[in-house]
């Protein structure tokens, strides 16, 4: 039997924190704290260590005393979380149907022309699989 992939629960101000981390790939508290500041968010240092010491809880950083510092790092990819926290949002929204997501999606926001390619890709890939097992 598969393994059910894990489910990365977070609240925003600590997923902002965790981006931090993927765009710096390791960082101490100051060094996030400057990122975050220079994103337009106004937090204190003490809020930082908080929200990196509950991701280490959580299992998604880590960290390792260099010098006088620690320095955290993300222990799980961005598109992990992403997977989790969209198959989450289908369960709740769409009762785990992709379909209506895709289509409100497309819907709503701009694509650019990549996306759109790489979007028509896609269909082209499910539509040749439909036919090949429904001939």
Known sequence: MAEREREYEMGDAELEVLRALWELRSATVRQVLDYLRSHGRHVAYTTVQTFLTRLEQKGVAKSDRRDLAYVYRAT????????????????????????????????????????????????????????????
Do not use: F, H, M
């Open 76 to 135: 799980v990819s961005r598109e992990r979380v992403s997977r989790s926290r969209l198959r989450s949002l289908l369960t709740q929204l769409y009762d785990g149907a992709a379909g209506p997501l895709v289509l409100q999606l497309v819907r709503s926001e701009t694509l650019t022309p990549d996306e759109l390619g790489e979007l028509q890709k896609l269909i082209d890939r499910l539509d040749s699989r439909t036919k090949r097992t429904n001939p």
